[in-house]
């Protein structure tokens, strides 16, 4: 009963660095949502989509790009991290209908040095 | 652009008291959703709310939507330290079809003490 798994779930990256975080779902959902929370800003929606093969832009996309080529798989990269970066990232997929009620992952601790 | 805000965003309460905590949110919506986070974990949904009137309760948490005045109720009866973590609000921006992008608030984090 594995939901959503995030990998990994801590990393620390020097600026400039690149890196992928993996989001995989096994509940067969067609929406998929990349978030990061920061210390008293709530949850911040970076990128999401609606089916496979499909992203589109959140209100925080500037930095990451996404990609979605299989339905239980998001991909959230960061091409040059950048302190500004440094966050906690959720995960998050939800299923279609009128609840749309949204499952969140575990969480990836990401540090930028 | 849908703003969504919380109030108290700290709360320390004692056990076995009754608290409310509030969400406000700027444009109309069909969907109002409670999530509980406890420290260094994932979100946990709580409620969800479609309507106008509606009142979700589990527990000692009830919930309660009013549209007309873009407010959600959070109410808490009779607190105990198992409740202490931080609770959101997460508003649904899309009427009718939603791609559930949602608009968090900030949270209110919850500290029982005996």
């Known amino acids: 009963n594995a939901g959503v798994t995030q990998t990994p779930k801590f990393r620390v990256l020097k600026t400039g660095q690149s890196m992928t975080l993996l989001c995989a779902q096994d509940?067969?959902?067609?929406?998929m949502y990349w978030y990061r929370q920061d210390p008293g800003m709530g949850l911040r929606l970076i990128h999401y989509s609606v089916g496979e093969g499909t992203t589109a832009k959140g209100e925080v996309p500037d930095g990451y790009n996404v990609s979605r080529l299989k339905k239980q798989n998001f991909l959230l990269g960061l091409e040059s991290a950048a302190p500004s970066q440094t966050s906690v990232y959720f995960c998050?997929?939800?299923?279609?209908?009128?609840?749309?009620?949204?499952?969140f992952g575990a969480g990836t601790r990401l540090s930028v040095l | 652009e849908l703003k969504v805000e919380q109030n108290p965003l700290f709360l320390s309460m004692q056990e076995g008291k009754n608290y409310t905590i509030y969400c406000n949110y700027s444009t109309t919506s069909d969907r109002l959703y409670w999530y509980r986070q406890d420290p260094g974990k994932s979100l946990e949904s709580l409620f969800v709310l479609l309507s106008n009137g509606a009142v979700k309760q589990e527990g000692r948490l009830m919930a309660s939507l009013d549209t007309k005045a873009r407010l959600s109720t959070l109410h808490i009866t009779a607190a105990v330290h198992d409740l202490s973590a931080t609770y959101f609000c997460?508003?649904?921006?899309?009427?009718?079809?939603?791609?559930?992008?949602?608009?968090f608030g900030k949270g209110t984090k919850l500290s029982v003490k005996p």
């Open positions: 998050a997929s939800s299923q279609t209908g009128l609840l749309n009620i949204q499952y």
């Open positions: 509940m067969n959902h067609e929406y």
């Open positions: 997460a508003v649904d921006p899309r009427r009718g079809g939603s791609q559930g992008n949602l608009i």
